[in-house]
């Protein structure tokens, strides 16, 4: 099956013996952009470096973060789903940040061996937003999901000063967990869990991984929202998901998920020192298809 998103090679360092290695580990990871915008981020900056898919399921996980480990070549790599909450105990450390989300979506190798993580989901996505004019601090936001990238936009959301937070998901412990958490680490925002949808809500936020694969259930019916909410999607491939389509149709606002990853890429070069050199990454990855 080939890839949505073949890499464009022009200008790129060839691989030699001083090239830095990074990547993605996920199953699947056949949806990634990544892999397509990273080679040519690493060219614009002048980075001798590949990006390189790492696919692999939960019983492989720990033997992979060991085996990557001990690469001394290798700068680091982000995380999707589903390793992004288990492999948290499988790192040398963690962020209060991913601490508080309870997952982690980017790991950098120190040179003593020590693997490190830290999550940028929820910044990412807080960024895009308000980029695209949406205020954050102050709003009445609902959250459908509550795994890895679902943690990290609601941690980031409270950071970010939410007027309120309501999180639907289906596994009550995880629920539990994250409510815990976030009470925990952001005591002054309110957040509550809801099984229907809330009333009041500026924003729905779509954090399951419902879209990703054709035929897949909407994750909430936009059509039961207020009219002037704004229907937030996570999913970046395909980009007009079941849900965006719906809600348009409907005349609903709708925001795609591939703002996250284009707020997210300038946060990925800061946590593996690579220097952006002045370039405006955000608006070089929205060039990118």
């Excluded at 690493?42 to 939960?58: H, S």
């Excluded at 593996?272 to 050199?277: H, V, W």
């Amino acid at each position: 099956m080939a890839s949505p998103h073949p890499p464009v090679f022009t200008g790129l360092f060839p691989v030699n013996g001083a090239t830095r290695l990074y990547g993605t580990i996920g199953d699947p990871i056949r949806q990634l952009r990544l892999t397509g915008i990273m080679p040519q981020v690493f060219a614009a900056v002048g980075a001798n470096a590949v990006w390189l898919p790492f696919e692999g399921g939960p019983g492989v996980l720990e033997l992979m973060v060991q085996a990557l480990g001990r690469l001394r070549n290798l700068g680091g790599f982000t995380v999707t789903i589903p390793h992004k909450a288990a492999i948290m105990p499988l790192l040398g450390g963690v962020s209060r940040r991913a601490q508080a989300a309870g997952s982690v979506n980017i790991v950098k190798r120190h040179t003593d061996g020590r693997v490190v993580g830290d999550i940028v989901d929820g910044l990412g996505f807080v960024q895009g937003l308000e980029a695209a004019g949406h205020r954050v601090q102050g709003a009445s936001v609902w959250l459908v999901g509550m795994g890895g990238v679902g943690g990290a936009i609601a941690a980031a959301l409270c950071e970010a000063g939410v007027g309120r937070l309501v999180v639907s998901e289906l596994n009550e412990q995880r629920t539990d967990a994250a409510l815990s958490r976030l009470s925990r680490y952001y005591p002054d925002v309110p957040v509550t869990s809801a099984d229907i949808p809330p009333k009041g809500i500026h924003y729905a936020i779509n954090a399951t991984s419902l879209g990703l694969r054709p035929g897949d259930p909407l994750p909430f019916d936009p059509v039961t929202l207020d009219s002037d909410v704004l229907v937030a999607e996570l999913v970046m491939s395909p980009a007009e998901t079941a849900l965006l389509l719906r809600a348009r149709t409907h005349g609903r606002r709708v925001h795609h998920g591939r703002h996250t990853l284009d707020h997210q890429v300038p946060h990925y070069l800061d946590w593996f020192g690579i220097d952006a050199k002045g370039i405006d990454i955000v608006k070089l990855v929205r060039s990118l298809p």
